[in-house]
C-alpha cells in the first residue's frame, strides 16, 4: 500500500478477507470487525472469500485483483474472483448495517447477535483495521443517525448532522452542526486575501434539493422521450458550441502579430490593424463613394477588439460635421452597431477619416447573406446585377417569416434613430450587418453624416430612410431588383410569392405621398407581425437560459476538479514528501482513483462519464451515500461517505490555502 490514511474524518475501515496484517503506517493494528452493508458486500455465501487469503495468492490471476469495475453504470468490486455490487440494483446505498466492534478503541459499539453476526462474511479474526481519528473537531454529544448507522460508534466516529430525507437536505433548525456552517468555517477566503470567487467559498453555501441531479431542462422548452437524453446533452449544443467558439477565436485572430502589411501600426489609442471582409483595394464604396475599407483593431485603452472604418482621401472641411456623432455615440441600440468615436488622420499618408464601431465577430451583411453567390463574395456591390443572376438560378426566395423578422428589427432601429433626431442615411443591404441568426444590426451609422454633412434636411433624410426600407425589403423579396428600376414587376412578383400585408407595407414605404411617412405608422401595418417576432425572441432566450444552466453545472464540476487537482499527487508539502499519499489527501486519492481510473473486468480502462459526473455531482452536493474507495494494492478497503469526502477536500485545500499565512493555526 503506498501509504495508508494515518488519520481521517469519519472513515470507516473495511480489510477485506485476506488480508490479516497492516499496512505500513497504520495507526493501530486493531481486530476491529467493521460491518458492511450486505447489499454492499455479502461474504456470508461464499466461505472462500471469508476465509484468509494472502496477498501473493490474490494477485495470481488479473480477474482476483480488487479493484473498482464499472458495469452498466453500477459500480462492482471484484474480490477473490467474486464480483460485489455498489450499490446493488435497488438497494438504498445508505442503509449500512450496524457493525460489530471488537476494537477496544471502538469500544461502544453494539455487539451483534449471532445470526447477524452470521450474515458477516467479515469475521474479526481477518479484519485489521486501524483506527481513524477525525482531524476536524466535531461535537462531542454528537452522535450516528438512525437513518444511516455508522460503522463504528465510538467516540472516534465523528457525527453528521441528521438528515430530513436521503437526498443531502439538511434542515438548518435542528443540525448540531450545520454542515453549511462547517463549510464557511472552513473558507479559506476568511484567513487569506486571495481571491475566493472562483471556488465559490465567499459566500454561504446552500444545499438545495437534490443538488446532486443534474436538472433536466423544463418542459417548455423540450420535453423529449427519456430515450433522447443523449450523453452531450450535459453539455451545451455542438453547434452553439462551435459559433461561440469560432466568434471568440475570431476577436483575436490576427492581433498578437500587429497590423497586416501597408497598415500603420499604431492609430490613436488603436494597434494591431487587421482588415475584415473583401479585400476593395481603392474600389469605392457604393454606398459612400470613397473607397471605405474596415479594419480589425484592439484598444490600448481597454484591450477590446474595435472595427474601424477609413473613409480614404476625406479633407474635413466643417468641425460641425462632428457633432452629429456624439448624438450617435448616445445610442445603445440592439438592432444598431454602436459607434464609439470619429477622427481624422494622416496615418495613412492620406487624408482619412476613422469611425470606431463596435466589433461583431464573423458577422456577414444581408449583402453578403442573401444577394452574393459563393462566387461573388469577393465582389464589390457594384456587380450586383451579377450577383442577382447568379440568385437568380439558385431559385431560393428568403421566407416570408424572416422577411418579417428583418423588418421589425430595421424598424426599430429606424425609430430609435429617428426618435434621437438622426437618420440612417444608409439602408443598404451591405449597411445591414447580421450578428446571429435573422439578428440584424444597422452598420456604419454616422458616415454619412459626417461624409455629407447636411443639418437642415433631417426631416428629408428620414423620409428617405423609409423608402430605403421599401426598396431594401423589394431587393430581398425580388432579387432582380435594382436601385432605380421600376418597381411594377418586383410588386407583382411580391403579390404572386408573399402576402398582401407585405406588399401593401412597400407600397406604403416606397410611393410618393403628401402626407410625411412615419415609422410609427410602419410599426401599425405591421401589427400581430411584431408579437412574432417577440415570440422567436423569447423562445430563443429560453432556449439559451437552458443551455446556461447546464454550464452552471459544469462550473460546480470544474471548481471541484480545480480543487482536487490541486492536492492530489502534490510531490511535498511543508517538508512532507508523503503528504498527499496519508490522511486525508489519502483519502482524496482513492476517490480519484474510483472516479478516473476504474476498469472493467477484462482490465480495460472504463470511460464513464456518467459515472465521473454522478460521482462529482454527489461530492459536491455532500451526500451521505457511501462508497467503497479500494487501495491500489487491494489491502484495504475504506467505506467513506461523499459527505465525508467533501470535508477531506475541503480541510486539506483549507490547509494548502492558509500554508503562507503565519497566523494559521497548525494542527
Ligand atoms: N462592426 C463590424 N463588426 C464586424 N464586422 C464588420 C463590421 N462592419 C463591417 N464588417 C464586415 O466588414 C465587411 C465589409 O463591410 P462593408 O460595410 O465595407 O461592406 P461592403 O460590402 O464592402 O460595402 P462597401 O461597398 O460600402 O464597401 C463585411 O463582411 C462586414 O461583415
Known sequence: MAGPPTKSAAVQIVRPPSTSTSGPGQAVNATSHVGMNKGIMDHSKDTARASPVSADKKRETPQRICRNVMIYGFCKFQDAGCVYYHPPPGTDPNSVSTPKTESPALTNATPLSKESKSSFGLGAEHLSAPVFVPKTPMAE?????????????????????????????????????????????LDPSQSSGMDSSIYMQGQPMRQPLDYHLYTSPLSHVSNPPPSHHPLHSFFIPDDLRRTIQSRQEAIYTGTQSGSAAGLPAELGVYHSLIPIGPAQGTTPSKVYGHPAPVYKAMSSVDGNVYCLRRIEGFKLVNEAAFGAIDTWRRIKHPNIVTIREAFTTKAFN????????????????????????????????????????AKRRSGMPIPERVIWSYITQIANALKAIHNSNLAARNLDPSKVLVTGKNRIRLNGCGVLDVLAYDAQNLAIHQQEDLVSLGKLILTLCYEFFLPGQHPAIPLDHISRHYSPDLKQLVIYLITQSSHPRSVDDVVKMMGPRILNELDAMQNYSDVLENELSAEVENGRI?????????????????????????????ILKLFRDYVFHSIGVDGTPILDLSHVLTCLNKLDAGLDERIMLVSRDDQSCLVVSYREIKLCIETTFNELRNSGNPHRVLR
Do not use: C
Not at 465510538?154 to 453528521?160: D, E, I, K, M
Not at 482619412?352 to 465582389?379: F, G, K, M
Not at 476538479?561 to 499527487?569: A, M, Q, R
Open 141 to 185: 454529544n454528537a452522535s450516528p443517525r438512525a437513518s444511516t448507522p455508522a460503522v463504528s460508534t465510538g467516540a472516534q466516529t465523528p457525527s453528521w448532522p441528521p438528515l430530513a430525507n436521503a437526498g443531502g437536505i439538511i434542515p438548518r433548525q435542528d443540525v448540531s452542526i450545520n454542515f453549511d456552517d462547517s463549510m464557511l468555517s
Open 558 to 586: 470544474v471548481r471541484l476538479l480545480t480543487k482536487l487537482g490541486f492536492i492530489n499527487e502534490r510531490a511535498e508539502f511543508e517538508l512532507d514528501p508523503r503528504w498527499s499519499d496519508t490522511g486525508d489527501r489519502y
Open 350 to 389: 492620406d487624408n482619412s477619416l476613422i469611425l470606431v464601431y463596435d466589433y461583431h465577430p464573423l458577422s456577414t451583411t444581408l449583402w453578403e447573406e442573401h444577394l452574393a453567390s459563393a462566387s461573388d463574395q469577393n465582389a464589390p456591390p457594384s456587380t450586383l446585377a451579377a450577383v442577382t443572376a
